[in-house]
């Protein structure tokens, strides 16, 4: 990647989720892996969305994203309601049960993407049906660098057009249990050699209030989870942490090394954000000091080397 | 403290381990977070030890653990058999279950420092019974950094005792579920919050394959875990761990956030080869080169700064 302030392109799923944790409870949020993604990523580039509403998408919205310098051309909508999550967080917020699930327009998602995305070099699919990832990877011509995420339910249902994803993806971001589940492999290390031979050449392990570890095939690199008393929400946090990542390798001009590690910290410090507050209600009031700020406050958490 | 090279001094348990773990199983294998903790130091300071066997206690190890710089004066050997052990860990290895426990010389166990010790400015007060730990702890005459872990039994049966030492506790080293039984907070950092106002001014707490927390009254390190491919044995990672970090600090002279800091790694690189084979065997064949090798890895694991 040659050009610096490239946009990213990311699709995914734009819902409202009605929300229940041990802190509190939330109803009808902006929410979906694009949301997210595209929110935590505008900190640091522009943003070009593909996602798909429905007419009761409410203007405020369109306003605070667009305020956010997210492109919004490709924001199909449609006669319908907008895709609802309803769910409840146990104790363990590692653990979540889905109360209600309404995919409403969602359902007939086929990603279309306006002319002049086209030329994005940087692209995010977050988590939706790996066919539709590809449908998007082949609409796009000028790719530097793609990213992606995926679930447990894609893993189990619909493996082999994940297989076929992943043998064009480049930086791959799941969780620790979606990586054994992929591999077979319980422990981490031999999950992740696993996965790089299925495609990737950079693989995120998000370990929620653990941390995060980057494979490659001759590097590691660790980061921890920045240590919160009060979590009020976790949803979202991954898609956070992988717009952040990519909006920060996307302003940094450069996938190397050094880029690829302070872009890790920065979707760390976006997820850390993210979690603060319920949806993207933290995301609305952060500032790009703030972010910074929680950077520097990761260099001090993390430092033994001067 | 101001002496460099001080010697540390421990109290703790001896004992011979009979181990099966998913990778395989050892019999009657040196153990005990008294042995741990020594051997661990040992790659960094001189190492004072208190603990007690049975006259069943072979030459050999007495002359591995010479072999390392132990003293040996505080050892003590009475009449009847060696603490034993037979344990089998899970799949997960985080879950073991005691398959038998035989006390046998050390129920009797009523630490007595020789004179020799009683100058010692560091003294880490391993896994034993909260009322014997404050029993050394009453003789020692220059203390500059008392140290100390605990565990599950004597948090929940002999908890009056264990805050009566705690008053007296510099550092307390224990894992993440101790640290939230002890203080009834589910949250780390609120756990590590509480736990502080009891006494210790620096908490570490122990996260197995996902590193380990410190906590000061203004001050949070992270440190992951080394990521390994093959755990073969977790037996006395925890006390290598504390072992790494209290030699390194006697080896620095000084414990301020930068000593404090590279002693945690170099607790957390002594923990990773502990669990690299059973019992002490891989600390057996370990060279202070390797343990510098391994540090290095742990700066390019971790560096987000160049």
Chains 1, 2 share one sequence.
């Not at 409410?58 to 769910?87: C, H, K, M, Y």
């Not at 969602?106 to 993407?113: G, K, V, Y």
């Not at 494979?215 to 991954?238: C, K, M, N, Q, R």
């Not at 090394?257 to 760390?268: D, M, N, P, T």
Request: aromatic share 8%; glycine share 8%; net charge negative.
């Amino acid at each position: 990647m040659s050009t610096s302030a490239a946009s990213v392109c990311v699709v995914g799923s734009v819902a409202f989720d009605s929300i229940e944790t041990p802190s509190g409870s939330a109803a009808d949020v902006l929410g979906g892996s694009c949301s997210y993604f595209a929110v935590a990523a505008s900190f640091f580039a522009p943003v070009n969305m593909v996602a798909i509403v429905g007419s009761d998408f409410p203007q405020a919205e369109r306003d605070f994203l667009d305020s956010r310098g997210i492109n919004l051309d490709g924001l199909e909508v449609v006669d319908g309601r907008t895709f609802r999550w309803t769910g409840r967080y146990h104790e363990d917020m590692n653990v979540r049960d889905t109360l209600d699930l309404q995919l409403n327009v969602f359902a007939d998602f086929s990603p279309q993407l306006p002319e002049s995305y086209r030329d994005s070099e940087l692209v995010f699919l977050a988590n939706i049906q790996p066919g539709l990832q590809s449908r998007v990877l082949s609409q796009l011509r000028s790719l530097k660098l793609v990213g992606a995420d995926t679930m447990d339910h894609w893993i189990d249902e619909d493996r082999d057009a994940l297989l076929e994803l992943l043998a064009d993806v480049d930086l791959l971001s799941i969780n620790d249990s979606e990586a054994a589940q992929l591999s077979g492999e319980a422990n981490v290390v031999a999950a992740a050699r696993s996965i790089l031979e299925m495609g990737p050449d950079t693989l995120l392990i998000k370990r929620g209030e653990y941390g995060a570890l980057q494979f490659s095939a001759d590097d590691i690199f660790a980061v921890p989870a920045y240590p919160l008393e009060h979590v009020i929400d976790p949803t979202g946090a991954g898609d956070c942490f992988a717009g952040g990542l990519f909006g920060s390798l996307a302003a940094a001009g450069e996938v190397d090394r050094k880029s690829l590690r302070r872009a890790i910290v920065h979707g760390s410090v976006l997820a850390s954000f993210a979690v603060e507050d319920f949806g993207l209600n933290r995301l609305k009031r952060l500032t790009r000091e703030d972010v910074d700020a929680r950077f520097r406050q990761f260099m001090a958490l993390t430092d033994f080397h001067g």
